[in-house]
């Protein structure tokens, strides 16, 4: 049950990850992109990335 759980966990953050990813596209094709945003989004998706690993 609990290998359950933690498949479960990775999901939901692969699904996060996922959605930064895309976020971090829409940011890059405007016209003017948020520097600060696009670095945000990276380093959140950086530390997802990192904790699917250890999932």
Known sequence: M???AAS???N???T???GLEARLR???TRPVPDAAMIQSLKKQKLRLKEE???G
């Open 8 to 10: 479960s966990h990775v």
């Open 2 to 4: 609990a290998s359950n």
């Open 52 to 54: 699917i690993a250890r």
């Open 16 to 18: 996060k990850h996922a």
């Open 12 to 14: 939901a953050l692969q």
């Open 26 to 28: 829409d940011e890059m």
